[in-house]
């Protein structure tokens, strides 16, 4: 299958993301179906990006593309100072669905600005200014959100805004900590961030920061207890517990918010992405009553011209409807378990370049490793151009397979949309062996 290529039109006014305009040679999307779309070639390719995580319910959901047309026939837009009935339904529907008290809803039009919604909320209800945050974390590129961010996304905008504080999060395969085990990691990681408060200054801390499973930066899944285990700190020193659920919230891991996974309940969670699988950008900020409490009495400092938008709010409704009458999160359980981990563990052990599976739900990850004895990485940390080509050579396999994937350093991510069937996985699990015949290619003992 030839690598899809646009016409030069594509680069010569629209300025990409993260990109290096020159060298970008896009493929040109034109249509797309459940977990399946299409380039002007004409080949197509079954979508394990889910796009950018964000097409929970998949390309053209019928049910989905009508209640954003009936919607924009009744009324395309509304400013924040109105009511809507759809920004109505769709606050009452989430909050319904969230963990705890989580009972109000500030909207947004996407992940960054809920980060910084959740920041300014949480500054303001505790007067306190600092926020800690991961490394190895993705938080969204607006000032605040990229100061969050753990990666090397955030080092061009630095300095930042400041009064953010990084700490190392849990991930056994490459352990800050030196730990063998699971417990151990999970002790030892509480245990520093229990450090890096005290040697913060607890009462100027107002926040904790963190994806419930980490997503783009390797789905690093927190060992049981490690949330719970932040939930604690954060209350015994009256910081606020922030869950970052952009990507994972809204099924992708089998449950509405990825933290009723291990029932623990945060003041704050951001959500965009899955809450309408973006047919409509959509995003926000789920408040514990006890911040929004803060808010009775005197008014929230901020807003957004088009919180609420009707369109991505009557998007937000169907999908949730369309959640539980196609049983969305069950199957999402179930294909986890009788699809993808048995077939990922199996690669594990036949494929020597790979060095870690690891996942839940609809999202997973394939660690690649040049030797599994020293675990040194496929390509190294932050590996561009020609120190990356040997990951970039096995992405390019697994196109030519027609399969699309996400990648991130020496990762590739597994993320289908959550209606997929056990066939189209099946299928694109096959692709994924065989080009996992690619890596192990580069392997040195
Ligand atoms: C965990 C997480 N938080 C925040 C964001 C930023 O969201 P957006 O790109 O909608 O601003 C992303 C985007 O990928 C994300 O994965």
């Known amino acids: 299958m ?64 009508e209640a954003v047309v009936s919607q924009a026939r009744q009324l395309c837009t509304v400013a924040p100072s109105f009511a809507n009935s759809e ?31 959740a920041m300014r909320m949480a500054k303001l209800a505790t007067g306190r200014p600092k926020v800690l945050s991961a490394y190895r974390s993705y ?47 999970c002790d030892r990681a509480l245990g520093h961030l229990e450090s890096v408060i ?16 980490v997503g783009t930066n390797g789905v690093l899944v927190p060992p049981d207890g490690y949330l719970a285990g932040v939930r604690d700190l954060c209350d015994r020193h009256g910081i606020l517990m922030v869950a970052d659920e952009v990507m994972v919230g809204f099924g992708r891991l089998g449950e509405w918010f990825g933290v009723d996974r291990w029932g623990v309940v945060p003041d704050l969670i951001a959500f965009a992405k899955g809450v309408n699988s973006g047919y409509v950008p959509l995003g926000g900020v789920l408040i514990h009553d006890r911040v929004a409490a ?27 409807h369309i959640f539980e009458d196609e049983q969305i999160l069950q199957g999402v359980r179930r294909r986890a378990e009788e699809v993808i981990e048995p077939a990922l563990a199996d690669m594990a052990r036949r494929h020597p370049s790979v060095g870690e599976v690891r996942g839940l739900g609809a999202l997973h990850a394939v660690e690649l490793v040049k030797n599994s004895a020293t675990r040194e990485p496929l390509v190294p940390f932050n590996a561009s151009g020609a120190e990356a080509a040997p990951m970039t050579e096995v992405l390019t396999d ?34 994924l062996d065989e080009s996992l015949c690619v890596a192990d290619g580069f392997v040195v003992d």
């Open 2 to 65: 030839e690598d899809p290529r646009i016409p030069q039109s594509a680069t010569n006014h629209v300025f990409h993301s993260w990109s290096t305009h020159p060298q970008l040679d896009l493929p040109e999307i034109v249509g797309g179906s459940g977990s399946t779309f299409w380039v002007s070639n004409g080949d197509r390719y079954l979508d394990f990006s889910s796009q950018l995580v964000n097409l929970n319910l998949g390309h053209q959901h019928p049910r989905l593309v």
């Open 198 to 213: 005290e040697m913060e200054g607890p009462h100027s801390i107002a926040a904790v920061f963190g994806e419930t499973v």
């Open 139 to 185: 938080h969204g590129a607006t000032a605040g959100a990229i100061a969050l961010t753990g990666e090397p996304r955030r080092w061009a905008s630095e300095p930042t805004i400041g009064a953010t504080v990084k700490f190392f999060g849990p991930y056994l395969y490459r352990s800050a900590f030196d730990a063998d085990t699971t417990v151990e990691e």
């Open 87 to 117: 920004r109505t339904e769709a606050a009452r529907l989430i909050a319904e669905r969230a963990p705890g008290d989580l009972n109000s809803v500030f909207f947004t039009n996407g992940g960054a600005e809920a980060i910084e919604n």
């Open 398 to 431: 697994l196109k030519s397979r027609g399969v699309w994937p996400i990648a991130h350093f020496n990762g590739i991510h597994l993320a289908p949309p959550l209606v997929i069937t056990d066939e189209e996985l099946k299928s694109g699990l096959a692709a």
């Open 294 to 320: 803060q808010f009775s009495d005197r008014a929230y400092p901020g807003g957004l011209t088009y919180s609420g938008h009707p369109l991505a709010c009557a998007a937000a409704v169907e999908s949730i």
